[in-house]
């Protein structure tokens, strides 16, 4: 039995005080009104409706269970009103978790103008370079840095690729030297971020020949800004996304080497549940990544 329905064809028998015309206006035969009837009054045990082949009259049952009936429906009426505006324009709360670096280089100067666009919006924009777990923290959507995506059940668009370059300050090549090989970078001080899937082995090709060099460091740290800030005080070489130092290295505050060596590329993906159902709240926010993400970089206020 499907309760709904019979709830609905029990409440319409009642106010129209008919089996054939309640079955009309449900667009419904006269035996599946019964037949609705018949089952709820089996579920219950007990009569709902006396009827007669000329008339029909609810029992003292039947009148208790339609007053519950009535509220119930109502609200279930209610609760369809209330998300109708979710479902047709972006509202609500969106949770979303963001590599810290990544959103304050490419992103936060752009979302008071995203909100700008949606009143009826609110962000929770949590910053770690950690991964979270979508469903358990309760987040809706996360944008995540990978070499290689594992296998999920979740849904990943691709948002855009940063290659990674060996830098350091000028200062730090005209003192150390400026390594020619990747084998070279053995000699150097290394500055590690520790998050990365390639903290401690740097991998290069060239010409079909591949390298990897085993990283020690005096100073791993958890942020890619951090990093940063090391190389333009002249404290060592990194392994960094391009974008990060890209300010940098065309003011010439940092320099880069082993060009003509390929490394590695970190694709940024927006993490989601489902492609069923999306929100409102999640599609405006897809677009407006796919957006940020293929427009030219903004300077920011990290940018010194």
């Known amino acids: 039995m499907d309760r ?10 009642a106010e129209l005080n008919s089996f054939s015309q309640a ?16 089952e709820l009054e089996a579920h219950f ?4 409706i006396n009827r007669t082949t000329r008339r029909m009259a609810l029992t003292e049952e039947g009148r208790i269970y339609l007053e519950h009936v009535e509220r119930a429906l109502e609200a279930l009426a209610e609760a369809d009103r209330a998300l109708c505006p979710i479902k047709s324009e972006p509202g609500g709360t969106l949770r979303v978790s963001a590599p ?8 936060s100067t752009a979302v008071p103008a995203f909100l700008s666009r949606y009143p009826d919006l609110k962000l929770d924009l949590h910053l770690d370079d950690r991964r979270v777990d979508l469903i358990r923290d309760g987040f809706d959507m996360a944008i995540r840095g990978s070499d290689n995506l594992e296998d999920s059940s979740l849904i990943a668009r691709k948002l855009g690729v940063m290659p990674h370059v060996v830098c350091a300050a000028p200062s730090y090549f005209a003192e150390r030297g400026v390594p020619a090989t990747p084998a070279d970078l053995r000699a150097h001080n290394c500055i590690r971020f520790s998050l990365s899937g390639h903290a401690d082995v740097w991998e290069f090709t060239r010409n079909g020949k591949t390298e990897r060099v085993s990283v020690e460091s005096r100073y791993s740290v958890t942020s890619s800004l951090a990093v940063r800030d090391a190389l333009r005080a002249s404290f060592g070489l990194s392994l960094i996304p391009r974008p990060y130092v890209e300010a940098d290295i065309a003011a010439g505050r940092l320099q880069t080497v082993l060009d003509d060596w390929k490394t590695v590329k970190t694709t940024l993906y927006a993490i989601y549940p489902s492609r069923q159902h999306i929100a409102p709240k999640i599609r405006v926010f897809l677009d407006f990544l796919v957006e940020e993400f293929n427009a030219e970089p903004r300077k920011t206020t990290t940018d010194r």
Do not use: C, D, E, Y
Not at 4 to 13: D, E, G, H, K, W
Not at 100 to 105: A, D, G, P, S, Y
């Open 23 to 38: 079955g009309r206006s449900l667009g419904l035969s006269a035996p599946a009104v019964s037949k609705n009837i018949a």
């Open 4 to 13: 709904l329905t019979a709830m609905q064809v029990f409440r319409q028998v």
């Open 45 to 48: 045990g007990a009569r709902l």
């Open 100 to 107: 810290m670096t990544v959103t304050l280089t490419r992103l």
